[in-house]
């Protein structure tokens, strides 16, 4: 399949989540009887100008954060220190635009619905799930669990998918958790590792699937738990971002 086109991407909005987090909401690319749609989970390849070696460009990707019924297009990025993408996307404000391409990936909703499954991101590795939860894609009516692995109370990205007044999709299911794996004040939530919660949960692991997105080592950590537990490799789809 050819790979989609280069097209400009308007910043709407800029948005801080958090001390080093923040969101850009996004103009859909269109024209040229172009349209952008993309499934749940996907990311956009972005262009940093002159970031590279001798000048040249350099890619980064990043996960779109926002459903694909929406009209705008989020992006939820982690300010890396010295990093060239992050530091690029950070000097982007309203008006401003970049060059891109979308959508990429297959880290997408693949399992039988009818079926348990468990989402566990690390820092803006939610990003792809909160996309996936709440897509039209998503039917499920099957035990969910939906997981934030993150250092401390600033770090948190998303509330509103963990509070009591979370959408429907989360409601009424038991493991839908913050790990803070140190808390900084008083944390009434789970202390410790997202992959130490696993390790207490009750749940039916060999039945479900798994979204795991993040750092490489929270994703091969986590496998090591499921091939422990049982389960089939087959039923576990990664994103790995570093
Ligand atoms: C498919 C895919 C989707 C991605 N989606 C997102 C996303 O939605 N949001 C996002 O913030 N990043 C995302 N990333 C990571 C992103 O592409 C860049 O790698 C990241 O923004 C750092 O780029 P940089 O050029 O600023 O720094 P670099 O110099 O390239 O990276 C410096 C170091 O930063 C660390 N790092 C990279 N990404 C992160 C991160 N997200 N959190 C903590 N530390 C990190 C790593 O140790 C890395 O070696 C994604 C990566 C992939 C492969």
Redesign the pocket.
Known sequence: MAPPPMKSWRVLTRKELTHDVFELKLQRPAGDGYEMNFRAGQ?VSIVIPGAGPGGRNLR????IASAPEWNEVE????L?EG?????YLNSLKAEHEFQGQAPF?DFCLEHDQTKPAMFIGT??GL?PLRSMVLCGEWQSKAPVSFLLGVRAEKDIIYPELFGTSRPAQLQGHEHVKIALSRPEGHWDGYKGRVTDYIRTMKWDFVQSHYYLCGSGAMIAEVKEILAAKGVDKEQVHT????
Do not use: D, I, M, N
């Open positions: 990311y980064r990707a990043y996960s992006l939820c990025v982690k890396v990093g060239p993408g992050t530091s990936g820092g803006t990003a994103e790995k971002y570093f």
